[in-house]
Each structure stands twice: as C-alpha cells, then as structure tokens.
C-alpha cells in the first residue's frame, strides 16, 4: 500500500521502523512468544523498556543521569497542566501565553495560586512570541509552551531566568538542539513527536522534588512515580515502547542536532514557498515560526476547495489548519521525509499555476 503524506498535528507520524517495530511486538515481542500488550508489566521485558526508554529520553536531550530523572505518565500534557502546579504552585508562577495551551494551562494552575501571565500575544491572535517583559523574583515558577502547535509560533530564545523554568514541549521535544539544562521541568505527550499516544513524558530536575509544596494524591505527585521508577501503576505499556523505538531511531539518526538540521532544512523549504507562492501567505510572524507546525492561509479563501481537491488527489492528508487560525498547517514533525514536504511545495506550485 502507498502510504499517504501524512501531515497531521497529533496523533501524527512516526518513523517507518518504529512502526515496523511496533507491529511485530504487538504479535510477538522479541520473540519470547508472548504480545508486549499480554505481558506483565512487572515481567523483565518490560521493565528493560521502561528502564531504556527512561535513560535515552535524558540522554538524548544531554542532560545527566545524576541531575534529572524522566517519567512515563498517563493524563497526557492536559494533565501536566495541573501536576506543575500542584506540586511547584505554593504562591505565585508566572506564565507566558502564547496560545490555547497556554490558557488551559493557566487556567489549572490558577486553582492553586495566584497565576501571573507576564506576556501573552493574544492581541494578535498569537501569531508571535512575546519577548518585552520581566520576570519578577517571587515566582514559584515560570511556565511556556515553548512550540504552539495550533498556531505554528516557537520560542527560539529560552528565556533567561533565575526561576525555575518549566515548558511544555508536547510539539518540539527532540526537535532541536538546545541547552535543556535550562528547565527544571519538560513535558510533552507522546503522540506529537515521539510515539503513539497514551503516555507523557515528563523530565524533572531532582531537586525539584524537595519543593513540592503541598500534600498531593499519589497519582498526582511526582515524588511517587519518582521513588517507583515510573512504575506506580500499570504504565501505558505499547505507547512508552513506541516512544522507546523512536528515541532509538533519533540516536542511530545522529540525535537532536542531525535532526534539527533536517528540520530546518524542511521548514525553510516550505516557508520560502509559501513566501514565494502568489496564493499563500504565512500565519506566524516571520522570526517565530516554527520548524515544526507550518501555518499559512490562501490569498483568497474562495479557492479553498481546488486546492482540498489537489491536495486529496496528491495524497496528501492532515493539513487543514485549526478552527482558531484556518487556513492550513503542515505538521512536519521529525519523522517526516523530505519527500513528502517537496511533494506539497509541488502542490502549491501547480495551485498557483491554476490560478
Ligand atoms: C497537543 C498538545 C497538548 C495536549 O496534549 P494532550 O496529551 O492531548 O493532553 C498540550 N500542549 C501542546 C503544546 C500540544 O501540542
């Protein structure tokens, strides 16, 4: 079967190999003759994964062993939305909102403190990155989405803050090369850019387990899944071994600064496309956009439905953009091939020669 370009936002693409690899466990993991969906998760087969899994989600990113501990949870980054501030929001934590997960991150924290947004481009429908504002020195913590996955903007500049620093990295974990050592906290659902949906990955620095500020339900603390290994309950066993094969994948592909050369190379592509292209114009503000979800809009909106037809003939699937933008947005997350992003530049090309 020829597979569609698929461009979808989430659940969304993954490697031809880890998908490869995924099957087959599903019927018979490493030939032990058992399903990896049938066994314990207490059997040493999984604990294997889950250990593997645990250190190369650190490793990759080139954080040490020593100072951070990851963690595979349920919930997915919504979740994570309440669990920082349960745990870290004793009084006050500053927020940057820079779209729809940034409000609903906000708005769980807010049922714990006193939540100060320092910035937010809401006025522009979020199509750029705040960069004016102060963080003050009484925060708890300080909370970004650092890749806005609706709106196709991403933090290039980490803020530089004596605060802890906390993201949510659900669209962009493993897509670049940055200096992680600056977040105290990372979380991300797995079904962006790292495997099948079901688990969160979410990477603490340890000390920041002796700053949990209040008494906090089993499940909702970190300091549990901490002491068990992420083993507290029943983990979502076939998601975190998709997210194992694709953070082997990253590896044996050079890691995050190989792939973030083809991410670049990807994203430039298409945005000088769209740039170039009579029928299109970009959403995000130039210096923001993002190397992971590419939005941009028709010229003239009328024409909505010969390039949907185009597109459906070329196979290409998953662009349309989000209620909140329209328009369309190509999610070209790390697994996706060059390939496939020429063939919806060539799209567009034809479109405009339609035109
Ligand atoms: C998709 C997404 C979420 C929501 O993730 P769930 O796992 O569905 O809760 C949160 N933040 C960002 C940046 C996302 O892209």
Redesign the pocket.
Known sequence: MMKKHNFS??PSILSSEVFDEASKSVLNLDNIGLSLIEISHRSKEFVKIMEEARELSIGQLGLSKDEYTSLFLQ?????QFLMVAYNFLNQNAGYINTGS?SV?AMKEAKLFGNVHELASSNDKNFNYIPKDYTVNDNLDYLHI?S????FGTQFHEIPETKTDLFT????DIYSRNIDYSKFSLIYA?A??NLGA?GA?LVIIRKSMLEKICREVPSMLNYKTHVDKDSMFNTPPVFSVYTCLLSLKWLQKNGGVTEIEKKNILKSTLLYDEIDRNSQFKGFANVEDRSIMNVTFNLTDESKKEIFDNLAFEAKISGINGHRSVGGYRASIYNAMPIESVETLIELMKKFENLA
């Not at 919930?75 to 979740?79: D, L, N, P, R």
């Not at 890749?147 to 609706?150: E, L, S």
């Open positions: 936002a989430g919930g997915g980054a919504s979740t997960w609903k989405t890749n806005n996955t609706i949510d990295m659900s669209s659902g079904q962006k949906a969160t």
